[in-house]
């Protein structure tokens, strides 16, 4: 067991397999010169791998994310990594279009092995474009499979059954949580894709909560918890396929629910795990479900607005109060 | 340069069997007996053939919308293809995916493809893998001029170039983007011209002079096998049927279109000279590849005919790899 922070977790994984499997390659924009990628992820990796495993590519999302297609098409296990989730825009087609698409519309003649690894969310006055959680956009394209991880644990072993996987895969990093530490096993291990896992147990309400979301709520139970209220906090850790079983059950149990997710409200990722709830457990529920999100804005540059913008600690406990009211 | 007379006889047979397949579509497609939509690429066999006539099996090539040609020229079955065109479980797609979404990854087939630009991106990546495995394979990235506009292409030559990959970017200039002329969809005439942007070796061929393209496209071949970069042909041809089938062409009159369909701006009927005036063939084994080649087309659409549709329980089956 070590310490280390996600990035460190990421990198670990990305070292593993790619020291297992000669199919494993990275590319993607200014991941090798230091400090490794805009937040120092793939640091090193070119002088372990050298150049045809670990390759810069110029600012061109469509060639970089079409070029992983390419390969993953003819053979090759590509781990592109997307500067940020917002650039997903430029390369958007050869994702939802041909990576996603290509096992279905090819007769099941192809796969598509692919590994789009991305940093996504706010909290670093980053701007309106560089700062944004689309995971909602992802969720909605039959193909895909999506992961949020919200621990150096997870992040690792996630990563390496991201990379095994043989359907293309996006891989989601909120910035702030590269910096966070956590426990990490040495040597091999593997997460399961399409399986959340309750972070907290609890008995008197569910929060299901992503990413950075997941934190803020284990601060918040923390709180409530000296006041008598036991929170069952579950983390989806993968959002396609999403694990409903684990969310129905803690519903089951505890009666309410409050999602807590950093995107956008309006069609949101709370969106769907509000409506699956809704349709598969509304006799089990005591209370309306409260979705706690980002208001319906881009994201703003101001740390005051944006510190507004991204569901805190104490917004989440006053909706836990709330629908603990009924 | 020199080529084998049993070359000679292959590549035509390819060119009739893609204007016949194509005819056919367009005949199926105007009696309702096949729906969707499909673009024709008659006018424009010896491209396919031609480029194609160089490539192995393990090479790759991405593809278009008006991609039979490629398909055909490159070993796809055409019984698998008919079968798909008419939507059925047998089809080369189990009837999921239509005309621009035909593939074969045994022949390295990377798909035709429903998004103009869409394949640029996707063969540096075959080409990348070539190279990342020291194979000596080289992909073929078949666009049109009006791709040519898409910034994938801009990208893909780039990067391309820059990691020297074996591409071969072959640009069909047939005249067109969808309803736009080329003089009025770029100020150039030369597509070939943006190679040098990108530091590229480009020639420019008629498209519809078959041993020019096949000669160029074997240069080209040996070039980008030798690990030399990439490499551009631009091909100079003529759509003669309209996008799509059903497209009612009021952007262009029809003189135009008749000129090209002339014995000798077709590149069947040139090419059908040649054989004939350097005795690689008689009229009678002319005729014969003809009649061989309409009964394969026939006994597909039979084939085609004959198969199931898909179960409506096969709906979400081979959407992820389980």
């Known amino acids: ?21 000669p199919d494993v390659f990275c590319l ?30 110029p600012i061109s999302e469509s060639a970089l994310i079409g070029a992983s297609v390419g390969a993953a098409l003819s053979g090759l296990r590509p781990v592109a990594e997307l500067m940020f989730v917002d650039f997903i825009g430029v390369g958007m087609d050869q994702l939802f279009n041909q990576a996603a698409k290509m096992r279905y519309m090819f007769g099941g003649r192809a796969n598509v092995p692919m590994v789009i690894r991305t940093c996504c969310g706010a909290g670093m006055a980053a701007g309106p474009q560089h700062s944004q959680s689309l995971e909602a956009w992802f969720m909605h394209i039959p193909g895909i499979k999506v992961v949020y991880p919200s621990t ?37 291990y593997t997460v399961p894709l399409g399986k959340a896992d309750v972070k907290l147990q609890g008995t008197d309400i569910t929060i299901v909560a992503t990413g950075l979301m997941v934190n803020r709520s284990l601060a918040a139970a923390e709180k409530l918890s000296a006041e008598g209220i036991s929170v069952e906090v579950v983390d989806p850790r993968t959002l396609l396929p999403l694990d409903k079983d684990t969310i129905l ?22 969106a769907e795990i509000s409506a699956m709830v809704a349709e598969e457990a509304i006799e089990y529920l005591d209370a309306p479900i409260i979705r706690l999100a980002a208001p319906f804005c881009p994201v703003p540059f101001s740390p005051v607005l944006e510190a507004a913008f991204m569901p805190g600690e104490e917004q989440i406990i006053a909706s836990v109060k709330k629908a603990l009211q009924g | ?73 490159k070993g796809g079955k055409t019984d698998l293809m008919m079968a798909e065109l008419f939507a059925k479980q047998s089809g080369y797609c189990k009837g999921k995916g239509g005309s621009m979404h035909i593939a074969d990854m045994d022949l390295g087939i990377l798909g035709a493809n429903g998004i103009v630009g869409g394949g640029p991106p996707l063969a540096c990546g075959a080409a990348l893998a070539s190279q990342y495995k020291n194979t000596d394979d080289v992909t073929v990235c078949f666009f049109g001029d009006g791709a040519a506009n898409e910034g994938t292409i801009h990208e893909s030559m780039n990067l391309a ?5 074996p591409v071969i970017f072959v640009v069909e200039n047939n005249g067109y983007g969808e309803f736009m002329s080329q003089k009025d969809h770029m100020r150039i005439e030369n597509i070939a011209d943006r190679a040098s942007g990108y ?23 040996r070039q980008v096998r030798g690990g030399k970069g990439p490499v551009m042909i631009e091909c100079k041809t003529f759509r003669i049927a309209g996008h799509f089938v059903g497209d009612p062409e009021s952007y262009r009159d029809k003189q135009t279109v008749k000129k090209w369909q002339k014995a000798e701006k077709d590149p069947i009927s040139r090419f059908e000279k040649i054989l004939l005036e350097k005795k690689i063939a008689t009229k009678s084994n002319i005729k014969k590849i ?30 992820y790899v389980d």
């Open chain 1, 1 to 21: 067991m070590a310490t280390m922070n996600m990035s460190q977790a990421i990198k670990s994984a990305l070292v593993f397999e790619m020291e297992r499997d």
């Open chain 1, 28 to 57: 993607g924009e200014d991941i090798v010169p230091d400090p490794g990628g805009v937040f120092g992820v793939t640091e090193g990796l070119q002088d372990q791998f050298g150049k045809n495993r670990v390759r810069d590519t």
């Open chain 1, 152 to 188: 150096p644990h997870d992040a690792k072993g996630l990563l390496l059954s991201a990379i095994r996987d043989d359907n293309p895969v996006v891989y989601l990093e909120h910035k702030e949580l590269y910096y966070k530490d956590g426990e990490v096993p040495e040597g091999e």
């Open chain 1, 249 to 270: 059950d803690s519903v089951k149990k505890t009666h309410k629910l409050v999602i807590v997710t950093e995107d956008v409200k309006f069609a949101g990722s709370s």
């Open chain 2, 1 to 73: 340069m020199r080529i084998s007379n049993k070359k000679m006889i292959e590549m035509y047979s390819t060119m009739v069997k893609i204007r016949r397949f194509e005819e056919s579509i367009e005949e199926l497609t105007a009696s309702g007996t096949i729906t969707g939509f499909v673009h024709l690429c008659i006018g424009q066999e010896a491209i396919a053939a031609g480029i194609c006539g160089v490539l192995k099996d393990t090479d790759y090539i991405t593809s278009h919308h008006r991609g039979h040609g490629h398909l055909i020229a």
């Open chain 2, 161 to 165: 170039s820059i990691w020297s990959l």
């Open chain 2, 199 to 221: 530091n590229m070796p480009a020639e420019i061929v008629d498209g519809n002079d078959l041993i020019a393209v096949f000669t160029a496209a074997s240069k080209a071949v």
């Open chain 2, 290 to 319: 003809k009649q061989e080649v309409h009964a394969e087309i026939e006994q597909s659409v039979e084939f085609a005919k004959s198969c199931p549709e898909p179960s409506t329980e096969d709906l979400l089956e081979d959407v």
